[in-house]
């Protein structure tokens, strides 16, 4: 009796064994196999648990998904490779969140491409869902700029004399025209004036020391400063990531702190770049013995606060935060910059629309290329924002969001990309509104690569490095993918992105796009999703022909 009962025992468990296997394996493949749309509808994209979800995501009608046949076998290698890396990362997430980020309601789109090669296939892991993309909406942004303004557009902030200029007196305004220009230099750290250095110079050579009319902003047809909707709640509009955008900017509509500790007990020494910003300075910052670093920065239309704490040990600290009002800012720094050149304004700083003008003295050019990389490589979101008021006030006429994402739209169809699905409400992916698929991503950056040696050089070099340049400085610095990758990466809560192009040794390059929306849980971003994205570029990297 105890031996059969042992006999039954044994077969039992083997029996049970075999079916948690069975069910893993199908697990696995349900996990990475691509969605039904109800399937989809189930995957959360709210900031926090606590948020409603995002409308549902459809899958677009875009092209077919290739079936397997059709995979070049370096393709197929990838494939296989990137559905086990992606089920092993979801049960990670799953086990670091405690169960709230799951298989039932994680996304995850893959989609990668040899570059140029599309008759080969792709690997297609929920490519075509629409999904919130973050900063790699960035993508869509520059292209579009490079495609339909071209890598020589320049952004140009035209100067003129509504009257005539006797005896070193301009008898009229001077009247400023908006062209959208971030005037951004991080090199400056918020010191602007050498960005205004030209128009100064140019203006002495005219012999002008005073102008007896006003200063007169013509913010033509852009926008009115504003958050874009779907962004984050007004508690963080004070950040730098939250810097409006219009018309006129200046240092892409940030001011900068700079705070230097004095003795124990003691007011810290603190200034505030731009110089003439405008704004009521109120200062606050004790310098104490401890190692904490405490210093909080913000402003509003009633001023800027810098307060709190810093260790009397440490170095100057210095950081960005959003202005309240971007062309405010333009019109105090360069009124500021005329009279510290002994330019005397006797009228007032005045903000008009279509205001008459005259001879022009000067126009304040910056070439579109130079902002690119701090667009891509650095992230940064008011310089992606002015670049699409810039786009839409160029292409279409109004220097508005809405203009913009007609413009970058314009540009999908003629890169040959659909967009189907696709909706773009900000330059930059911090709004929550913004779809767009891994597939799309991937057509894109495709195309974009093809097109003209500077389009494509421009686009491609603008992009960040492994291991040693913009948000991937600190990423991906094996042997495998040293010098392979250039990327754009993505987050904002409950969404991580990775996509761009990666060598392989035989020379070629795959094209790849990687987005994930998931209920939003702190340390996931980090803990799981870089790092399966960065194991998904080392397999592209390693993989043979």
């Not at 070049?72 to 296989?80: E, F, G, H, I």
Request: proline share 5%; hydrophobic share 40%; aromatic share 6%.
């Amino acid at each position: 009796m105890a031996r059969g009962a042992g006999n039954v025992l044994a077969r039992t468990m083997r029996l049970a064994l075999i079916l948690a296997l069975n069910c893993a394996a199908a697990y696995a493949l349900w996990l990475t196999w691509p969605r039904s749309e109800s399937t989809h509808a189930a995957a959360a994209t709210g900031a926090t648990t606590s948020e409603p979800a995002a409308a549902p995501a459809t899958r677009p009608a875009l092209r077919p998904t290739q079936p397997r046949a059709e995979l070049s076998r370096a393709l197929r290698a990838v494939d296989t490779g990137a559905r086990a890396i992606v089920a092993r990362w979801t049960e990670s997430a799953r086990q670091l969140s405690q169960n709230k980020v799951h298989a039932g309601n994680v996304a995850i789109a893959v989609c990668v491409r040899e570059l140029g090669q599309s008759e080969s296939g792709e690997v297609d892991l929920g490519a075509a869902r629409s999904m919130l993309p973050a900063s790699n909406l960035k993508l869509v942004t520059t292209a579009a700029a490079l495609t339909l303004l071209g890598p020589d557009w320049e952004f140009q902030t035209r100067f003129e004399a509504s009257g005539p200029i006797r005896g070193g007196v301009l008898e009229g305004d001077l009247v400023v025209r908006a062209g959208g220009d971030p005037l951004f230099d991080p090199q400056l750290r918020g010191d602007c004036d050498a960005l205004f250095e030209p128009l100064l110079a140019r203006l002495g050579e005219l012999g002008i020391t005073a102008i007896q009319g006003d200063l007169v902003l013509d913010e033509g047809a852009f926008a009115d400063p504003a958050p874009a909707p779907g962004w984050p709640s007004a508690s963080q509009h004070w950040a730098e990531y939250c810097a409006l955008s219009g018309g006129f900017s200046v240092n892409r509509g940030c001011l900068h702190a700079h705070v230097a500790p004095t003795s124990v007990g003691q007011l810290a020494h603190v200034r505030v770049f731009p110089r003439g910003h405008g704004l009521v300075e109120r200062f606050g910052v004790r310098s104490a013995a401890d190692n904490k670093n405490a210093v909080n920065v913000g402003a509003n239309a009633t001023g800027i606060t810098v307060s709190g704490q810093i260790p009397t040990r440490s170095g100057a600290w210095d950081g960005p935060f959003a202005a309240p009002d971007p062309v405010a800012l333009f019109g105090n720094v360069l009124h500021s910059a005329l009279e510290r050149r002994g330019i005397v304004l006797s009228g007032r700083l005045l903000r008009r629309r279509h205001a008459p003008g005259g001879a022009e003295l000067f126009t304040l050019r910056t070439p579109l290329w130079t902002y690119l990389d701090e667009v891509n490589a650095q992230s940064t979101n008011a310089v992606a924002d002015q670049l699409l008021l810039a786009m839409g006030n160029e292409l279409v006429g109004a220097g508005t969001r809405e203009a913009g994402a007609r413009a970058a739209r314009d540009a999908l169809t003629a890169l040959g990309v659909s967009t189907d699905g696709f909706e773009l409400v900000d330059g930059s992916g911090l709004s929550r509104g913004n779809r767009v698929s891994a597939r799309q991503i991937v057509a894109l950056l495709d195309s974009v690569a093809q097109r003209d040696a500077a389009t494509a050089n421009r686009y491609v070099e603008s992009l960040a490095t492994p291991g040693k340049s913009g948000t991937l400085d600190d990423r991906m610095t094996s042997s495998l993918t040293a010098g392979r990758v250039r990327a754009k990466t993505g987050y904002i809560n409950g969404v991580s992105a990775l996509s761009g192009y990666v060598e392989r040794d035989d020379g070629r390059t795959f094209v790849f796009s990687i987005l994930v929306n998931y209920p939003h849980t702190d340390g996931l971003h980090r803990g799981c999703w870089r790092k399966m994205q960065d194991e998904i570029c080392e397999l592209l990297a390693s993989v043979k022909a």
